[in-house]
């Protein structure tokens, strides 16, 4: 479970909607262009109910390790 870091409160999950109909991703800065879909990560708003804090969170963190960086 995710908490708001100000109100501790729990974070729930929501959906980035954008003008775009590509979905965006978050991608290693120097990741080659084949290694694209194992060097990027779908992602998630996760907001407070209470305080309105938004954070961000990667589906595949471990895209960012050092043994996959
Ligand atoms: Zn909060």
Redesign the pocket.
Known sequence: MKK??????E?IRAELHTSSELTPVIKKEKAFALDFFRSSSDFAPYV??????IAFFLDIPEIFSDENY
């Open positions: 708001c870091i100000y109100c501790n409160t974070l407070c109910s209470k305080c309105g804090f």
